[in-house]
Structures are given as C-alpha cells and as structure tokens.
C-alpha cells in the first residue's frame, strides 16, 4: 500500500463516530470524563443537611422567583418647575 493510501484510510478510520446506543425509558443519561467501565451510578435523596439549609428556603419559593407584576405602574412625581427655582440656579440651568 503506497503511504498516501494508508494515511488516508487512517484518517478515514478515525473520523467516524462510534454510534450512540439508545438510553432505555426507565434511565437517564450521565456523562462523564474517563473510563468508567463497569461502574454503576445510583441516585439517592439528597440528605438533609446537606445544600443551603432551611433558612434560605423562602428565597426559592414562587413568590419569590416568579413574582406577579405590578398591576399599574407608579405615577413619575411632577420635579420643580422653573419659576420654582432660585434666580441663580435658573440662570445656570438658562446658559448656553
């Protein structure tokens, strides 16, 4: 075989991707990095003391994440007029 050949058959070989297997109804898919052959990955309850605690559940309720919007937004509060300024301030405010 010439060496043009072999490189290419080669590079041929590598490019294909091995076919996923189809991940039964009842399992979940878990990837990982490594080689994990022959290793079983159970799912178990959290425990309770582990995670953030029962003094900052309030913050992951409903009301919290997802609040109800406002039904009407606040009126803007009218600011000072002009002729409600001092003499000097309105002159600042007038000069190019």
């Given at each position: 075989?010439?060496?043009?050949?072999?490189?290419?058959?080669?590079?041929?070989?590598?490019?294909?991707?091995?076919?996923?297997?189809?991940?039964?109804?009842?399992?979940?898919?878990?990837?990982?990095?490594?080689?994990?052959?022959?290793?079983?990955?159970t799912a178990?309850?959290?425990?309770?003391?582990?995670?953030?605690?029962?003094?900052?559940?309030?913050?992951?309720?409903?009301?919290?994440?997802?609040?109800?919007?406002?039904?009407?937004?606040?009126?803007?509060?009218?600011?000072?007029?002009?002729?409600?300024?001092?003499?000097?301030?309105?002159?600042?405010?007038?000069?190019?």
């Amino acid at each position: 075989m010439t060496p043009f050949a072999l490189v290419l058959l080669v590079a041929l070989a590598q490019g294909q991707e091995p076919k996923a297997k189809p991940v039964p109804k009842d399992s979940v898919e878990v990837l990982t990095r490594g080689c994990l052959k022959g290793r079983v990955f159970t799912a178990t309850p959290r425990p309770a003391d582990e995670g953030c605690g029962k003094e900052l559940d309030h913050w992951f309720t409903e009301a919290i994440l997802h609040p109800k919007p406002s039904p009407a937004p606040p009126k803007p509060r009218p600011g000072p007029r002009m002729a409600d300024l001092p003499d000097a301030c309105r002159r600042v405010l007038l000069a190019p």
